[in-house]
């Protein structure tokens, strides 16, 4: 039951009878309600310009769907995604905890039961967008309170925070809801590292009264395929930002660090052929819509090798730092031989 992933820039829910499920990024206009899971993000698009784009990841076979746990989830023998937002005004109060951190214990929970309970325990891939994420409130910067919620979360569910961990991303938008998308299976991940980077479930505790529960990357595996996530990626070195202020430099600095992943996967993977920066599918998050035209012309030639190889998206989303200008998620999918998948 292999997976596949495609964008489209249409102006309507496609047909699909195959989709896992996906994600709706734009204003989101007039495109109508999915017949799968999807995150709907009310993020601008910057590029192709105002175009509101539907990302899908498809399988073959047959495919089951519910809703529990409010989380709407779709899958199939090996995989299963899925899709909730929680409102943070919506849980009550507790005593030392903040709404955010509250409802993103609460959310990771949920998730958490939800994978017990369809026997998919591996998280392979986590999608997280948190309102005003780098505002304070409650004596702490928001995406700390949301590190802090999630930790718990991952600590009562008795799985893995650190070493073995999903490949995640974190952005900010202005308002709304949690919102957190997910791909799971039936394996583990192979979670990979920066050699460049402090691990980010590593950091120190000036980042907050607990690190990130990520890892860099991971290398999953569905049937006959190999499919690498590389997670939300900055220009980070250690565990410092470098360039700040300075958004070409801190595009070249990311792009580094992706080199240092996509080596690392390729060090560790299992099929012939190798990953290629230039040939995998890319989100592009720039904090300001100005720098748009300066990060895309610098961006192109690392990013693409011009024969449409690679497929690039730009959106406007603040990163989870306030001194990061940008951030780069990727991934791509590779056969594998009978052999290597065995």
Same mark, same amino acid.
């Given at each position: 039951?292999?997976?596949?992933?495609?964008?489209?820039? !249409?102006?309507?829910?496609?047909?699909?009878?195959?989709?896992?499920?996906?994600?709706?990024?734009?204003?989101?206009? #007039?495109?109508?309600?999915?017949?799968?899971?999807?995150?709907?993000?009310?993020?601008?698009?910057?590029?192709?310009?105002d175009a509101s784009l539907r990302e899908c990841w498809l399988s073959d076979g047959p495919l089951q769907q519910g809703i529990d746990h409010g989380i709407r989830w779709c899958r199939n023998g090996d995989m299963?995604?899925?899709? !909730?937002?929680? $409102?943070? @005004?919506? $849980?009550?109060?507790?005593?030392?905890?903040?709404?955010?951190?509250? @409802?993103?214990?609460? *959310? =990771?929970?949920?998730?958490?039961?939800?994978?017990?309970?369809?026997?998919?325990?591996?998280?392979?891939? %986590?999608?997280?967008?948190?309102?005003?994420?780098?505002? $304070?409130?409650?004596?702490?910067?928001?995406?700390?309170?949301?590190?802090?919620?999630?930790?718990?979360?991952?600590?009562?569910a008795q799985q893995e925070t650190g070493g073995q961990v999903p490949a995640a991303c974190a952005l900010?938008?202005?308002?709304?809801?949690?919102?957190?998308?997910?791909?799971?299976?039936?394996?583990?991940?192979?979670?990979?590292?920066?050699?460049?980077? %402090?691990?980010?479930?590593? =950091?120190?505790?000036?980042?907050?009264?607990?690190?990130?529960?990520?890892?860099?990357?991971? +290398?999953?595996?569905?049937?006959?395929?190999?499919?690498?996530? !590389?997670?939300?990626?900055?220009?980070?070195?250690?565990?410092?930002?470098?360039?700040?202020?300075?958004?070409?430099?801190?595009?070249?600095? @990311?792009?580094?660090? *992706? /080199?240092?992943?996509?080596?690392?996967?390729?060090? +560790?993977?299992?099929?012939?052929?190798?990953?290629?920066?230039?040939?995998?599918?890319?989100?592009?998050?720039?904090?300001?819509?100005?720098?748009?035209?300066?990060?895309?012309?610098?961006?192109?030639?690392?990013?693409?090798?011009?024969?449409? #190889?690679?497929?690039?998206?730009?959106?406007?989303?603040?990163?989870?730092?306030? $001194? *990061?200008?940008? /951030?780069?998620?990727?991934?791509?999918?590779?056969?594998?031989?009978?052999?290597?998948?065995?």
């Open positions: 039951m292999t997976l596949q992933f495609e964008t489209r820039r !249409i102006a309507s829910a496609s047909a699909h009878n195959n989709a896992l499920g996906g994600a709706l990024l734009g204003a989101a206009q #007039g495109m109508g309600s999915a017949a799968w899971p999807e995150q709907h993000l009310r993020v601008p698009v910057l590029s192709p310009a299963l995604y899925g899709v !909730i937002a929680l $409102d943070e @005004t919506q $849980d009550p109060a507790q005593p030392g905890v903040s709404p955010l951190q509250a @409802t993103s214990h609460g *959310l =990771y929970a949920r998730l958490f039961k939800l994978l017990r309970e369809q026997g998919m325990p591996h998280l392979w891939r %986590v999608w997280n967008y948190v309102a005003r994420i780098n505002e $304070d409130s409650h004596g702490l910067e928001r995406y700390r309170q949301f590190n802090l919620g999630r930790y718990e979360a991952f600590v009562q900010g938008v202005r308002e709304g809801a949690l919102s957190v998308a997910f791909l799971a299976g039936v394996s583990p991940v192979v979670s990979l590292e920066n050699p460049r980077q %402090v691990s980010a479930w590593a =950091y120190p505790s000036v980042y907050g009264p607990r690190a990130p529960t990520f890892s860099r990357a991971a +290398l999953a595996y569905p049937p006959g395929q190999e499919v690498l996530f !590389i997670s939300g990626t900055a220009s980070i070195v250690g565990h410092e930002t470098l360039h700040a202020g300075d958004v070409v430099a801190q595009c070249r600095e @990311t792009v580094r660090n *992706l /080199e240092a992943v996509v080596q690392e996967a390729n060090r +560790l993977a299992r099929s012939a052929q190798a990953f290629e920066l230039r040939r995998m599918s890319h989100r592009v998050y720039l904090r300001h819509a100005r720098d748009a035209e300066a990060v895309q012309r610098v961006l192109g030639p690392l990013l693409s090798d011009g024969n449409g #190889g690679a497929e690039v998206v730009f959106v406007q989303a603040d990163v989870c730092r306030a $001194d *990061l200008l940008v /951030e780069i998620e990727s991934h791509a999918i590779h056969a594998l031989s009978s052999a290597s998948s065995s």
